[in-house]
């Protein structure tokens, strides 16, 4: 239990730490965009290309993405329905299909385990 509350408790150190220094004004707008572009463009494939190592991958699991996109697209069409003028039709298709706690908690909650 203290192993967990330890790892949390760093986990939300780095929050606070981002938090300060903004109000610090440490960083400017271009700090921002350049360390975005960092995590997205290099960061972020070098972990997954790593992470992707040596793990045998089965066809069938490409039927879970399928149905992924299928779902996705039937919430995008619900949200074309329930929208009554243009802009509100636009907000329900980009939202209606966004609610995925899971790209949040399974990183987390993994971290613990």
């Known amino acids: 239990?203290?192993?967990?509350i330890i790892?949390?408790?760093?986990?939300?150190?780095?929050?606070?730490c981002g938090y300060l220094l903004k109000q610090l004004r440490l960083f400017g707008r271009s700090t921002f965009n350049t360390i975005s572009t960092i995590v997205f463009n290099i960061t972020l494939p070098s972990v997954i290309i790593v992470n992707?190592?040596?793990?045998?991958?089965?066809?069938r699991y490409l039927l879970i993405s399928?149905?992924?996109?299928?779902?996705?697209?039937?919430m995008v069409g619900a949200g074309w329905a329930a929208g009554k003028t243009k802009d509100e039709?636009?907000?329900?298709?980009?939202?209606m299909n966004g609610y995925n706690i899971g790209n949040f908690a399974l990183p987390f909650v993994s971290y613990f385990f």
């Open 1 to 4: 239990m203290e192993e967990t």
């Open 7 to 16: 790892k949390a408790a760093i986990l939300v150190s780095f929050i606070f």
């Open 52 to 59: 992707l190592n040596g793990i045998h991958f089965e066809t």
């Open 66 to 74: 399928l149905l992924a996109i299928v779902f996705n697209l039937i």
């Open 89 to 95: 039709k636009a907000f329900y298709m980009l939202n």
